[in-house]
């Protein structure tokens, strides 16, 4: 792993629970690690947004994440990234790269985006309240679909190079995936 990636813990993280298995990232029950980890990351991100030009408070939609690993030495760090694009001319080297070239404008995962945005818009300019629903319900049913189909198409490989599971059975081994919220 790049070091550069790595973000060590500001906070004494010795008395803190760290479970042994991963959590359900789409539960609201986060554990203590990943909360430290999550503050911890908002506060660099506030620091290193002040290059972006773009301010968080006014603007909304990105997404950050924190993944909490453990090096072979028994010590603890996290790594953070951006789900998207950042705001035009905005780089950062401490972000894991994104999953998908960005350079090809292609993938499934761009279109399905951007059919969310499309409704997203409609919801925000519609002034009628069953329109209204009837697009949350439309957005929510794309958005639990393109998350199936990311699940079902983005494998992980151990060490070794060999393939060894798919997102989908590794957070919902044997289940059908739903959301809950909209």
């Not at 298995?21 to 539960?27: D, E, H, Q, V």
């Not at 991100?45 to 972006?52: D, F, G, P």
């Not at 494998?155 to 070794?160: L, Q, Y």
């Amino acid at each position: 792993m790049n070091k550069q990636f790595l973000f060590k813990f500001k906070t004494d993280i010795s008395c803190v629970y760290i479970p042994s298995k991963l959590n359900n990232p789409f539960s609201s029950n986060l554990t203590e690690i990943a909360e430290i980890a999550a503050k911890e990351f908002q506060e660099f991100i506030t620091l290193e947004s002040k290059k972006w030009n773009y301010d968080f408070s006014v603007e909304r939609g990105k997404m950050f994440g924190v993944l909490v690993v453990k090096k072979k030495d028994n010590t603890y760090f996290y790594l953070g990234t951006v789900s998207g694009k950042l705001p035009k001319d905005g780089v950062c080297k401490r972000f894991i790269p994104s999953v998908f070239d960005e350079s090809v404008d292609d993938f499934f995962i761009n279109k399905g985006m951007a059919k969310l945005s499309e409704i997203g818009n409609k919801i925000k300019h519609s002034n009628n309240p069953s329109e209204i629903i009837f697009l949350k319900e439309k957005r929510k049913k794309k958005s639990a679909s393109l998350q199936k189909k990311l699940f079902e198409n983005y494998h992980f490989e151990n060490i070794s190079g060999k393939q060894k599971t798919s997102l989908r059975n590794l957070y919902f081994p044997e289940t059908t995936i739903s959301r809950t919220t909209a």
